[in-house]
Protein backbone atom coordinates (compact mmCIF):
# COMPACT_ATOMS: atom_id res chain seq x y z
CA UNK A 1 0.00 0.00 0.00
CA UNK A 2 1.44 3.51 -1.55
CA UNK A 3 0.75 6.08 1.15
CA UNK A 4 0.62 9.54 -0.43
CA UNK A 5 1.55 12.65 1.46
CA UNK A 6 0.19 16.07 0.13
CA UNK A 7 1.33 19.12 1.84
CA UNK A 8 -0.17 22.44 1.80
CA UNK A 9 1.69 25.28 -0.11
CA UNK A 10 1.23 28.70 1.12
CA UNK A 11 -0.58 31.60 -0.63
CA UNK A 12 3.35 33.07 -0.77
CA UNK A 13 4.77 30.14 -1.64
CA UNK A 14 2.07 29.76 -4.84
CA UNK A 15 3.00 33.24 -5.99
CA UNK A 16 6.73 32.20 -6.18
CA UNK A 17 6.33 29.69 -7.96
CA UNK A 18 3.56 31.17 -10.78
CA UNK A 19 6.26 34.10 -10.76
CA UNK A 20 9.02 31.45 -11.79
CA UNK A 21 6.87 29.45 -14.61
CA UNK A 22 5.99 32.67 -16.15
CA UNK A 23 10.28 33.58 -16.77
CA UNK A 24 10.35 29.67 -18.42
CA UNK A 25 7.10 29.89 -20.27
CA UNK A 26 6.74 33.38 -21.56
CA UNK A 27 2.93 34.21 -23.20
CA UNK A 28 3.23 33.20 -26.74
CA UNK A 29 2.19 36.44 -29.02
CA UNK A 30 1.53 37.13 -32.86
CA UNK A 31 0.63 39.96 -34.11
CA UNK A 32 -3.08 41.11 -35.84
CA UNK A 33 -3.38 40.39 -39.28
CA UNK A 34 -5.55 44.02 -39.49
CA UNK A 35 -3.74 46.00 -37.67
CA UNK A 36 -0.03 45.99 -35.97
CA UNK A 37 -0.87 44.90 -32.69
CA UNK A 38 0.47 42.41 -30.58
CA UNK A 39 -1.94 39.76 -29.24
CA UNK A 40 -0.97 37.48 -26.07
CA UNK A 41 -2.22 33.67 -25.45
CA UNK A 42 -1.68 31.65 -23.04
CA UNK A 43 -1.08 28.44 -24.66
CA UNK A 44 1.13 27.85 -27.90
CA UNK A 45 -2.01 25.80 -29.26
CA UNK A 46 -4.00 29.02 -28.84
CA UNK A 47 -1.86 30.93 -30.48
CA UNK A 48 -1.00 28.77 -33.11
CA UNK A 49 -4.82 28.27 -33.62
CA UNK A 50 -5.93 32.15 -34.10
CA UNK A 51 -2.98 32.37 -36.73
CA UNK A 52 -4.61 29.24 -38.78
CA UNK A 53 -7.93 30.86 -38.64
CA UNK A 54 -6.55 34.67 -39.06
CA UNK A 55 -7.84 35.65 -35.55
CA UNK A 56 -8.11 39.54 -35.36
CA UNK A 57 -7.71 41.57 -32.47
CA UNK A 58 -10.63 42.71 -30.07
CA UNK A 59 -10.72 46.03 -31.39
CA UNK A 60 -10.18 45.01 -34.81
CA UNK A 61 -13.35 42.22 -34.14
CA UNK A 62 -14.99 45.22 -33.38
CA UNK A 63 -14.62 46.97 -36.67
CA UNK A 64 -15.54 44.06 -38.52
CA UNK A 65 -19.00 43.65 -36.44
CA UNK A 66 -19.56 47.94 -37.27
CA UNK A 67 -18.70 46.70 -41.11
CA UNK A 68 -20.91 44.08 -41.40
CA UNK A 69 -24.04 45.91 -40.02
CA UNK A 70 -23.12 48.86 -42.42
CA UNK A 71 -23.49 46.31 -45.44
CA UNK A 72 -26.13 44.68 -44.46
CA UNK A 73 -28.34 48.22 -44.82
CA UNK A 74 -26.25 49.12 -47.93
CA UNK A 75 -28.73 46.37 -49.39
CA UNK A 76 -31.66 48.07 -48.51
CA UNK A 77 -29.91 51.54 -49.59
CA UNK A 78 -28.79 50.37 -53.23
CA UNK A 79 -32.39 49.09 -53.95
CA UNK A 80 -33.91 52.52 -52.67
CA UNK A 81 -31.31 54.59 -55.03
CA UNK A 82 -32.20 52.78 -57.87
CA UNK A 83 -34.85 52.88 -60.78
CA UNK A 84 -34.60 50.34 -63.12
CA UNK A 85 -38.39 49.35 -64.50
CA UNK A 86 -38.55 47.75 -67.69
CA UNK A 87 -41.57 49.17 -70.23
CA UNK A 88 -43.17 46.30 -69.19
CA UNK A 89 -43.38 47.03 -65.33
CA UNK A 90 -44.30 50.92 -66.25
CA UNK A 91 -47.28 49.59 -68.29
CA UNK A 92 -48.14 47.08 -65.41
CA UNK A 93 -48.52 49.40 -63.05
CA UNK A 94 -50.39 51.81 -64.77
CA UNK A 95 -53.19 49.02 -65.66
CA UNK A 96 -53.21 48.10 -61.85
CA UNK A 97 -53.40 51.80 -61.59
CA UNK A 98 -56.70 51.94 -63.54
CA UNK A 99 -58.08 49.14 -62.27
CA UNK A 100 -57.38 48.62 -58.81
CA UNK A 101 -57.84 51.01 -55.83
CA UNK A 102 -55.40 51.98 -53.51
CA UNK A 103 -51.97 51.16 -55.49
CA UNK A 104 -48.31 51.84 -54.90
CA UNK A 105 -45.48 51.56 -57.06
CA UNK A 106 -41.97 50.86 -55.55
CA UNK A 107 -42.36 52.25 -51.93
CA UNK A 108 -40.42 50.88 -49.08
CA UNK A 109 -43.14 49.63 -46.81
CA UNK A 110 -41.69 46.35 -46.10
CA UNK A 111 -38.85 46.91 -43.16
CA UNK A 112 -37.22 48.90 -45.56
CA UNK A 113 -37.91 46.49 -48.92
CA UNK A 114 -40.03 48.05 -51.28
CA UNK A 115 -42.35 46.04 -54.15
CA UNK A 116 -42.94 46.81 -57.54
CA UNK A 117 -46.73 46.86 -57.00
CA UNK A 118 -48.12 47.00 -54.30
CA UNK A 119 -51.90 46.22 -54.28
CA UNK A 120 -52.76 47.73 -50.27
CA UNK A 121 -56.28 47.44 -50.62
CA UNK A 122 -55.57 43.23 -51.46
CA UNK A 123 -52.65 43.19 -49.60
CA UNK A 124 -50.73 42.09 -52.62
CA UNK A 125 -47.36 42.85 -53.29
CA UNK A 126 -46.29 42.29 -56.71
CA UNK A 127 -42.52 41.43 -57.76
CA UNK A 128 -41.73 42.09 -61.33
CA UNK A 129 -38.72 39.82 -61.95
CA UNK A 130 -36.76 39.99 -65.60
CA UNK A 131 -33.65 37.97 -66.40
CA UNK A 132 -31.61 39.54 -63.93
CA UNK A 133 -33.46 37.41 -61.00
CA UNK A 134 -32.78 33.65 -62.93
CA UNK A 135 -29.66 34.45 -65.04
CA UNK A 136 -25.87 35.71 -65.12
CA UNK A 137 -26.30 38.62 -67.30
CA UNK A 138 -21.95 40.07 -66.36
CA UNK A 139 -19.54 39.26 -65.16
CA UNK A 140 -19.89 41.66 -62.19
CA UNK A 141 -23.32 40.14 -61.83
CA UNK A 142 -24.19 37.93 -58.34
CA UNK A 143 -26.94 36.11 -59.14
CA UNK A 144 -26.84 34.69 -55.97
CA UNK A 145 -26.69 38.03 -54.02
CA UNK A 146 -29.53 38.63 -56.07
CA UNK A 147 -31.45 35.74 -55.03
CA UNK A 148 -30.56 35.88 -51.36
CA UNK A 149 -31.68 39.73 -51.55
CA UNK A 150 -35.19 38.29 -52.97
CA UNK A 151 -35.22 35.47 -50.23
CA UNK A 152 -34.75 38.15 -47.85
CA UNK A 153 -38.06 40.83 -49.67
CA UNK A 154 -40.24 37.82 -49.65
CA UNK A 155 -39.67 37.41 -46.07
CA UNK A 156 -40.17 40.76 -45.47
CA UNK A 157 -43.23 40.90 -47.55
CA UNK A 158 -44.84 38.06 -46.00
CA UNK A 159 -44.08 39.24 -42.36
CA UNK A 160 -45.99 42.06 -43.24
CA UNK A 161 -48.97 40.19 -43.75
CA UNK A 162 -48.91 40.51 -47.48
CA UNK A 163 -49.08 38.14 -50.04
CA UNK A 164 -45.97 37.82 -52.58
CA UNK A 165 -47.11 37.66 -56.36
CA UNK A 166 -43.84 37.07 -58.21
CA UNK A 167 -44.12 37.67 -62.39
CA UNK A 168 -41.36 36.27 -64.48
CA UNK A 169 -40.81 38.57 -67.50
CA UNK A 170 -37.82 37.07 -69.92
CA UNK A 171 -38.35 39.15 -72.63
CA UNK A 172 -38.23 42.90 -74.32
CA UNK A 173 -41.41 45.39 -74.62
CA UNK A 174 -44.65 43.00 -75.13
CA UNK A 175 -47.77 44.60 -74.49
CA UNK A 176 -49.69 41.50 -75.21
CA UNK A 177 -47.69 39.47 -72.60
CA UNK A 178 -48.67 42.36 -69.88
CA UNK A 179 -52.01 42.05 -70.66
CA UNK A 180 -52.05 37.98 -70.11
CA UNK A 181 -50.19 39.19 -67.41
CA UNK A 182 -53.00 41.51 -65.74
CA UNK A 183 -55.66 38.93 -66.56
CA UNK A 184 -53.63 36.49 -64.63
CA UNK A 185 -53.41 38.92 -61.65
CA UNK A 186 -57.43 39.70 -61.51
CA UNK A 187 -58.32 36.21 -61.64
CA UNK A 188 -55.90 35.91 -58.76
CA UNK A 189 -57.51 38.37 -56.66
CA UNK A 190 -60.55 37.53 -57.27
Not at 48 to 70: D, G, P, T, Y
Amino acid sequence: MIVIIMRSLSNETKIKISESLKKYNPPYTRQCPKCTMQIEYKTRGNARRAERLKQSCKACKVHIEKCRFHYSNMGKKSVKSQSRRSKNEIYFSELCKSYFEHVLCNAPIFNGWDADVILSQHKIAILWNGKWHYEKLTKQHSLSQVQTRDNIKLDEIKNAGYTPYIIKDDGKYNRKFVDDEFEKLKIFVK
